[in-house]
T-cell receptor, first 113, second 111 residues
Framework: DTAVSQTPKYLVTQMGNDKSIKCEQN?????MYWYKQDSKKFLKIMFS???????INETVPNRFSPKSPDKAHLNLHINSLELGDSAVYFC????????????FGPGTRLLVL | ELKVEQNPLFLSMQEGKNYTIYCNYS?????LYWYRQDPGKSLESLFV?????AVKQEGRLMASLDTKARLSTLHITAAVHDLSATYFC???????????FGTGTRLTIIP
């Protein structure tokens, strides 16, 4: 009965590889997000989708591409991984827009070697 | 650009003591959130404050909002070890389709 789930939980990979992180929410929410939390715990929005439509696209390298096949799923694909991409990536969802309470997934810990 | 600052960044306190975490933000906002994050875990919503003067309490935590001063506080009463975590405030800026998170306050309660 997990509300917001992400896979995988841990991802260790080499520089230059391409990887994907998947997110699913079973809350019936309209809006989903990707956040990046760096080693200093600073949390920053990357993308937001509302009913499969992109509404926020922060200044993120275009190696990062989100995809929302339906409103319950928001996946994140990363091409040509770099050392600086190492972080924890959180998916979140909310009913309505960002002004509503956001519910976070467990996070995906990405380490690029 | 909206800036959200918290202080202190790190706080170590003894069980039984009271303390306050401060969250300042730079532009008008219509709501403010407090989240808790345990080490290695996800973020859990604690409070949402919707208007000037709003106060919410849950157990030993009490949050308040002063929109004129652009300040929110999270007060901890008679701290217990279970409250050790990182606390984030987050602000929704008028007309901006995103939450901006504060820097976080890492709270450690010492027995």
């Amino acid at each position: 009965d997990t509300a917001v789930s992400q896979t995988p939980k841990y991802l260790v990979t080499q520089m230059g590889n391409d990887k994907s992180i998947k997110c699913e929410q079973n809350l019936g929410h309209d809006t989903m997000y990707w956040y990046k939390q760096d080693s200093k715990k600073f949390l920053k929005i990357m993308f937001s989708y509302n009913n499969k439509e992109l509404i926020i696209n922060e200044t993120v390298p275009n190696r990062f591409s989100p995809k929302s096949p339906d409103k319950a799923h928001l996946n994140l694909h990363i091409n040509s991984l770099e050392l600086g991409d190492s972080a924890v990536y959180f998916c979140a969802s909310s009913q309505g827009g960002p002004a509503e309470t956001q519910y976070f997934g467990p996070g995906t810990r990405l380490l690029v070697l | 650009e909206l800036k959200v600052e918290q202080n202190p960044l790190f706080l170590s306190m003894q069980e039984g003591k009271n303390y306050t975490i401060y969250c300042n933000y730079s532009t008008t906002s219509d709501r403010l959130y407090w989240y808790r994050q345990d080490p290695g875990k996800s973020l859990e919503s604690l409070f949402v404050l919707l208007s000037n003067g709003a106060v919410k309490q849950e157990g030993r935590l009490m949050a308040s909002l002063d929109t004129k001063a652009r300040l929110s506080t999270l007060h901890i009463t008679a701290a217990v070890h279970d409250l050790s975590a990182t606390y984030f405030c987050a602000v929704d800026h008028f007309g901006n389709e995103k939450l901006t998170f504060g820097t976080g306050t890492r709270l450690t309660i010492i027995p």
